[in-house]
């Protein structure tokens, strides 16, 4: 049998999606899931104030960056909502006046959940590697720890698995090391931060 070809989705497509959701175009296809649970928005929030002061104020650290949360990335046909995602100062020195950025970042975090991980960790990292996206961090708030990669040869290397109460000292933000445990809402040990 068969099946006509599926016409890629368009930037109007993505427009009409209602605003409760977010949307995003990968390989042509229009894919959109809910806004993140408020345990993923409060570990995106530990995490950008954990990088904050250091990378992106200079305080206490290197400073020289740019963090923007759920910027919309447009990376060739692709449509992509990070979690957070970096920039160095000098590769991005001022914000575009659109809705969306179409440097690729120097660093991207995503945020694993249940609705969005097999993406995350599929094709959306296989798109980020073919635009040269040098570090990308996988965060999974539920199993509480975190992948942080590096792409060396259009490849990602994973550099390290961090859980329990490790310090994260993953590249490129490897001057100023933080707990992983930090980032969880209600600590590291507190029972009504799992899953029930």
Not at 102 to 125: F, M, N, Q, Y
């Amino acid at each position: 049998m068969h099946h006509p070809a599926r016409k890629p989705a368009t930037y109007a497509d993505l427009e009409a999606v209602p605003s409760h959701l977010v949307a995003e175009i990968l390989d042509g296809e229009l894919v959109t899931h809910p806004r993140p649970a408020p345990r993923h928005g409060a570990v995106q929030f530990a995490l950008s104030g954990r990088l904050d002061m250091p990378f992106r104020r200079g305080e206490s650290g290197p400073g020289g960056w740019i963090f923007i949360t759920e910027p919309e990335l447009h990376l060739g046909p692709h449509v992509m909502v990070p979690d957070i995602a970096g920039w160095r100062v000098e590769r991005l020195p001022k914000l575009p006046e659109t809705a969306w950025i179409e440097t690729v970042p120097d660093w991207v975090c995503e945020i694993l959940s249940p609705l969005t991980a097999r993406d995350d960790r599929g094709r959306k990292r296989r798109i980020y590697a073919i635009y040269d996206l040098a570090y990308l961090w996988l965060l999974d708030p539920i199993g509480r720890e975190m992948e942080a990669f590096e792409l060396h040869a259009a490849k990602w290397t994973l550099i390290e698995t961090y859980s329990g109460d490790l310090a994260v000292d993953a590249p490129p933000f490897a001057a100023v090391p933080f707990p992983l445990a930090s980032l969880w809402p209600y600590g590291p040990d507190a029972a009504d931060d799992l899953p029930k």
